[in-house]
């Protein structure tokens, strides 16, 4: 699929604005709302998650919940400024079952991986990343067009277009599911060192504090 915006969609705001009323699968349906991307256009980096978990989905906002808070202790750690990161999901509705009063993740399929590329496609045309991040194996499958095993390539620099890097890592929600302290505390290591790996690539790293002795007078 080639990244080219129509003529009425050459602004983030616009796509944005679109994509609320998208019905390309029928996730629509079970979704409260379209959870698009969000941070500044263009930006040197993109992080691409993999679908709107329950708290993304009523906020409407991508990585707010559980998942969003551990991508933010590890992107501090990394010395990576939110802020000036853009950050979106391969699959724009989150795909669920209800059970009581719970809503239980259910992943995309492919089809629904697909027909959602329409919008992370423009997302990458206007956003212009040098750097791309897929956290989690829907996020690569939506960008690399076929699935591709995570611990093999992770934290990689990976050639991705005509001038980017990909570099491929965990979806920070499969913390959440590692009960042993130990074992989270390992894991969330291997994160931040992915990320870590990505802050060499490029130029959005937290300026450090400078030491008390070292401060201008």
Known sequence: MQLVAPRDMRSISQVRREAISCTRCP??????????????????LMLVGEQ????????????????????DKALAAA??????????????????????K???????????????KWWLNLELKLVQPVVVVAMGATAVR????RPMKITGS????????????????IHPSMLLRIPDP???????????????????????ARSPRLPRSSRKQ
């Not at 505390?185 to 690539?201: C, G, S, T, W």
Request: one cysteine or more; aromatic letters at 6%.
């Open 27 to 44: 996730l629509y349906l079970v979704g409260t709302q379209t959870v698009f991307g969000e941070g500044p256009v263009p930006a040197p």
């Open 52 to 71: 709107p978990g329950d708290q993304e989905d009523l906020q409407g906002r991508p990585f707010v919940g559980p998942a969003g808070r551990i991508l």
């Open 79 to 100: 010395a990576i400024d939110r802020s000036k990161v853009y950050v979106t999901n391969a699959v724009k509705h989150f795909k669920n079952v209800p059970r009581g």
């Open 102 to 116: 719970r809503r239980i993740h259910q992943k995309p399929n492919a089809s629904e991986i697909d027909r959602c």
């Open 142 to 145: 939506s960008l690399l067009g």
């Open 154 to 169: 992770r934290g990689r620099a990976l050639p991705f277009g005509s001038n980017q890097s990909l570099i491929v890592t």
């Open 182 to 204: 130990a074992s989270k505390a390992e894991e969330l290591q291997r994160f931040i060192d992915d990320l870590k790996a990505v802050a060499k690539l490029v130029p959005i």
